[in-house]
């Protein structure tokens, strides 16, 4: 291990009074260079100040690791565009984003869909996806999901996509749940 257990508390410690979680510490011993990355992440995602402002926090503690023949690269940066969405935290944070999704077994649901109302507790999304002509809205259990990654998208969400992020007010009108509207 390069990070102590003293560190690893000074680290998340360092994060948390940002306001931001701490996601992991990756270390990698294997090269004669150590390499040790702090992930991180936040609500309202994280800035390169932040991620600035963290790395110099942390640096004079990162300073103690390795040895006179053994330098420690050290790094802090966020999850990324391209990290999956592995947990609740990630759906509620990718809201309005689009995603692409694979399923695990015996699971259906949009291959590509947008990222809307998040149940935590019963552990299920809202997905809006095209349909046809018309646009779909299905609730998918997470634990259904095999793999999720946001889609980078060059333009803003249309506007009837994001109309179908939440449940209606008034759930007597428009289209209903899994059927093109």
Request: proline fraction near 6%; charge should be negative; hydrophobic fraction near 40%.
């Amino acid at each position: 291990m390069i990070v102590p257990e003293p560190d690893r508390a000074h680290i998340r410690r360092a994060v948390v009074d940002r306001g931001l979680e701490l996601e992991e510490i990756r270390e990698d011993s294997r090269a004669a260079a150590w390499h040790v990355t702090v992930v991180v992440d936040g609500d309202s995602g994280v800035t390169l100040d932040d991620l600035a402002s963290l790395s110099t926090d942390l640096d004079a503690v990162a300073e103690q690791w390795g040895a006179p023949d053994r330098a420690v690269t050290f790094e802090v940066t966020s999850r990324g565009v391209d990290a999956p969405l592995e947990a609740p935290r990630h759906w509620r944070r990718a809201r309005g984003r689009q995603v692409d999704l694979t399923y695990v077994e015996g699971v259906g649901g949009p291959a590509r869909g947008r990222i809307g109302d998040l149940d935590e507790e019963n552990g299920i999304v809202r997905l809006v996806s095209r349909s046809g002509r018309g646009m779909r809205v299905d609730s998918v259990p997470l634990d259904g999901v095999a793999r999720a990654v946001i889609r980078v998208e060059f333009r803003p969400a249309p506007e009837d996509e994001l109309a179908l992020l939440s449940e209606p007010a008034n759930p007597g009108r428009g289209g209903r749940e899994g059927e093109d509207s």
